[in-house]
């Protein structure tokens, strides 16, 4: 399943190198809480994982 997102705080995006972290609200019935991002850009994939309240989930994107 692909999910596609837009990051309206680019301030916040922080890139190392290949190494990116940034900090997304996310809003739900249930009140807003804080995912934090961070992985890494090898040519055309990208890893990484999110930190939530309920542990942190791996992803990974390819380029098409």
Do not use: H, W
């Not at 996310?26 to 890494?40: H, I, P, S, V």
């Amino acid at each position: 399943r692909q999910r596609q997102m837009c990051i309206r705080d680019r301030d916040n995006v922080v890139v190392e190198g290949n190494a990116f972290s940034f900090p997304f609200q996310m809003k739900t019935a249930f009140g807003t809480f804080e995912l934090k991002y961070a992985g890494q850009v090898d040519q055309d994939t990208m890893t990484g994982s999110v930190e939530t309240p309920r542990g942190d989930t791996p992803f990974t994107g390819k380029r098409q």
